[in-house]
């Protein structure tokens, strides 16, 4: 399921959590993120997404299993772990009159990193925020004070940033603002770990997609490779009479005939302009192929999909 990725920037390997109570909320979780990816990770409220989190960041202790971020272990070697580490939570908890330079710069010393003004104002600016150092985080845009919350999480130049629901609770237009700015964090060379709820979330802004449902991580995929399987559909069509062999002119198709030849099964994509299906329909009949019903399946990982929504209403 997940592939190797060479000299990974975060390498989770059998990870397991039980809480104190004896509620276990991940098990035996494994993966490997390249530097410089934005990776999602996709899943239902309580399945787990931000106990990984904390785990990552040593915020929680782990039951099973070890946690590398560039090469340090979170739990043997916690504070050179979490020094590479940028979280983003999802509130601005700070001093509303203080400057958006003092708060950056604040969280750059609680690291205890020396201050530099040079890498206070590349943040900034790469998050469009230069223009406002001045301003007083009160009157910032909702938008504006997200960025703040990203800048102060890259204060200390962490290789890993994490982006806990970046959409959580905004407006549709802030929340296009949020995958841009998520999108222009590439350029920066930084490895962008975020979670949400949503599929579409996911595909605007994710190289890679990871699904976690109830502690399990249970799909890893690049997300063209998943949005193309999301796209993938069966059509079957239920014969009248066996059919011997799949006639010529249909070789184009990729057809199944069923063991008891009673059944053709075309697989397609629904995201192609045409699924070609009105043409099969007419070549069968040129052909004299009469059939008794249709059906259409969708790809099991759509009823993956549909069991996780499911799950979360
Ligand atoms: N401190 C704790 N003690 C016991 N159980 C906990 C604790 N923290 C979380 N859990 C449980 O672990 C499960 C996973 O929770 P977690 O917060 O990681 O899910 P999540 O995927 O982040 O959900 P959401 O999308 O709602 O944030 C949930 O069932 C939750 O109730």
């Not at 014969?239 to 059944?263: A, K, T, W």
């Not at 007419?282 to 059906?295: K, N, P, T």
């Amino acid at each position: 399921m997940t592939e190797t990725i060479n000299d990974p920037i975060l390498s989770i390997k059998h990870v397991g959590k039980t809480y104190e109570g004896g509620f276990t909320a991940l098990k035996d979780v494994n993966l490997d993120i390249a530097k410089g990816e934005i990776f999602a990770l996709l899943g239902p409220n309580g399945a787990g997404k931000t106990t990984l989190i904390s785990l990552v960041c040593g915020l929680a202790r782990l039951s099973e299993g070890t946690i590398h971020v560039d090469g340090h272990d979170v739990t043997k070697d916690f504070r050179k772990a979490r020094a590479k580490i940028g979280l983003v939570p999802q509130e601005l908890t700070t001093d509303a009159f203080e400057t958006v330079w003092n708060t950056v710069s604040f969280s750059r010393g609680l690291f205890g990193k020396p201050k530099d003004p040079a890498v206070i104002e590349r943040v900034l600016r790469s998050l469009t925020l230069y223009d406002k150092k001045d301003n007083k985080l009160r009157t910032l845009s909702g938008g504006m004070k997200r960025r703040v919350l990203i800048a102060k999480a890259l204060s200390h130049e962490p290789e890993v940033l994490f982006l806990d629901e970046p959409t959580a609770g905004v407006d549709v237009a802030l929340r296009r603002e949020m995958w841009n700015v998520v999108g222009d964090l590439r350029k920066t060379g930084v490895t962008v770990i975020l979670t949400t709820h949503y599929i579409e979330e996911a595909e605007m802004m994710a190289d890679r997609i990871g699904v976690i449902s109830k502690g399990r991580l249970i799909l890893v995929e690049k997300k063209d490779e998943l949005m193309r399987k999301l796209g993938h559909k069966e059509l079957t069509i239920k014969l009248q009479e066996p059919l011997d062999q799949i006639p010529d002119n249909l070789s184009g198709y990729e057809l199944e005939l069923s063991p008891d030849r009673m059944d053709l099964t075309y697989s397609y994509d629904t995201h192609a302009e045409r699924t070609g299906i009105a043409s099969l329909m007419r070549l069968l009949a040129e052909d004299g192929v009469r059939f008794r019903d249709i059906a259409t399946k969708q790809s099991s990982l759509e009823e993956i999909f549909v069991g996780l929504v499911e799950e979360k209403a």
